[in-house]
């Protein structure tokens, strides 16, 4: 039988392998994708346009002798997608449009949830967590500087170190996420993409994502701000608030490190998304492109909860680092505005008001570290105390477990007070674990 080359019109939602996309719904410039007009050869680019589009433009076979009855066939096969207009309107084999939004709204969304464990205590993953901390930071470093000097990414050795890291924290939990708590404003950047790679891998495993997901998320979150390695050091590391012109050049490392990806070879697709869209918020005032929250990838929503939370409790050029809680009250202020409010939530949930490496003030006077919390009650962790009651040096540090109601000199319980700023009363968390005095196994320290 004849056939004609027609073009179609298709909502996502009704996509197929092997169809061939010649036009979008937006300027192809506005996307991800680089080819303008490819094959569908993977299930991440029906994902991709879902996420990025309501309908595309398609190439169709018609069958010449049902031209005036609009009867259609769609290679690659014609039984994926037909359309008649014989016994009153258009009749789709395929999903409904309220499961496209919802499919399109919860892309990368996890349909299982896995409950993980610490398999073993956090003092004993602490020298491997510190081996992947420092490889992973030493990567960020590279990756940045490499890229300023035109250097092609490698995808491999990335992949390998952020590898390092999820495996510790699918260990424990604690250990990794202990270490985020170091803050080196001269290198803030490099920095702050390791730290979110492990708080995002930390994220996840709360989320009860599969382990393959965990650990392509955390490379999303390491690769999430490459495209600051093209903005201007006078601009990247202004010791003052930017301009106008300065914050709108700085904006702009969104559509630069999706360039930056998209040209790099092996690059996973979500490294992409998440790059370009983790300042994009669901009140639709984010950017580079101002997407409703149902275009955003949900990938890039998490990445965004754990951006900012990592900025905000770092000391930067023009801000001085804030502690969590107040970081987590911000993240809870901008619920479905800045965040994803289910996602802010889960968060909050996630991080625990007093998170391990939290410099805490408890209601004896005493002032202590977090070193784990507890998962059955987070107001209840483990703490090293190293202040006395005036906020002096201690001849002793001393192990506590919250959970365990101990009582002070008073013989009254031990409670938290609140989370002061790494530094407050001489205690700097960096100085205490270079010593070895955090994560050791006496309950008691000499000092």
């Known amino acids: 039988m004849a056939y004609d080359l027609k073009e179609m019109r298709v909502p996502v939602g009704d996509l197929r392998l092997g169809m061939h996309v010649l036009r979008l719904d937006r300027p192809w410039e506005e996307t991800d994708f680089l080819l303008q007009g490819f094959v569908i050869n993977h299930r991440e680019e029906i ?59 919860a892309v990368g ?40 000097l035109g250097k092609t990414l490698d995808m491999h050795q990335a992949r390998e170190v952020v590898d390092e890291c999820v495996s510790s924290v699918l260990r424990n939990g604690d250990a990794l996420l202990l270490l985020t708590k170091l803050k080196e404003q001269h290198e803030y950047t490099a ?51 930017l301009t106008p012109e300065e914050y709108k050049l700085m904006q702009n490392h ?3 490190g999706r360039d930056v990806l998209m040209a790099s070879p092996r690059v996973e697709h979500s490294c992409v998304d998440v790059a370009y869209n983790h300042h994009e918020r669901p009140d639709g005032n984010g950017y580079p492109r101002g997407l409703p929250a149902t275009q955003i990838p949900y990938w ?6 754990v951006d900012a939370y990592d900025a905000i409790t770092s000391n930067r050029n023009y801000d001085k680092g804030r502690a969590s809680m107040e970081a987590l009250d911000i993240i809870h202020r901008g619920k479905g505005k800045q965040f994803d409010e289910e996602l802010a939530n889960e968060f909050i949930r996630c991080i625990g008001i007093y998170p ?12 202590g570290i977090v070193v784990a919390a507890n998962p059955k009650n987070k107001l209840k962790p483990r703490v090293l105390l190293v202040r006395n009651e005036q906020q002096g040096k201690r001849e002793k540090y001393r192990m506590i477990d919250l959970i ?24 700097s968390l960096r100085n205490f674990l270079e010593r070895g005095l955090v994560l050791g196994a006496p309950t008691v320290y000499e000092d």
């Not at 890039?300 to 909860?305: C, D, L, N, S, T």
């Open 356 to 367: 391990p490496g939290s410099i805490i003030l408890l209601s004896s006077g005493e002032v």
């Open 191 to 241: 920095e702050h993409c390791m730290n979110v790679c492990i708080l995002t891998a930390t994220f996840a495993r709360h989320l009860g994502m599969l382990e393959e997901e965990i650990r392509k998320i955390a490379l999303c979150g390491l690769l999430h701000d490459v495209g600051k390695s093209r903005i201007p050091d006078a601009v990247l590391n202004k010791p003052s608030a």
């Open 109 to 148: 969304k996890p349909t299982t949830r896995v409950t993980y464990i610490n398999k073993i205590d956090v003092s004993k993953e602490m020298v491997t967590a510190r081996s992947a901390y420092d490889q992973a930071r030493g990567m960020a470093r590279d990756i940045m500087a490499n890229i300023r």
């Open 47 to 105: 994902d991709a346009l879902q996420a990025q589009c309501e309908h595309v433009f398609i190439e169709a076979k018609v069958h010449m002798g049902d031209i005036a009855s609009e009867r259609l066939s769609i290679d690659p096969a014609a039984d994926l997608y037909n359309r008649s207009e014989t016994g009153g309107g258009a009749v789709a084999r395929g999903k409904k449009a309220g499961d496209q939004y919802k499919e399109r709204h």
């Open 254 to 256: 969104a559509a630069l």
């Open 404 to 427: 365990q109601s101990p009582a002070d000199s008073r013989g009254n319980p031990y409670a938290i007070t609140k989370e002061v700023p790494d530094g407050t009363f001489g205690v």
């Open 300 to 305: 890039a929503k998490i990445v965004a909860i």
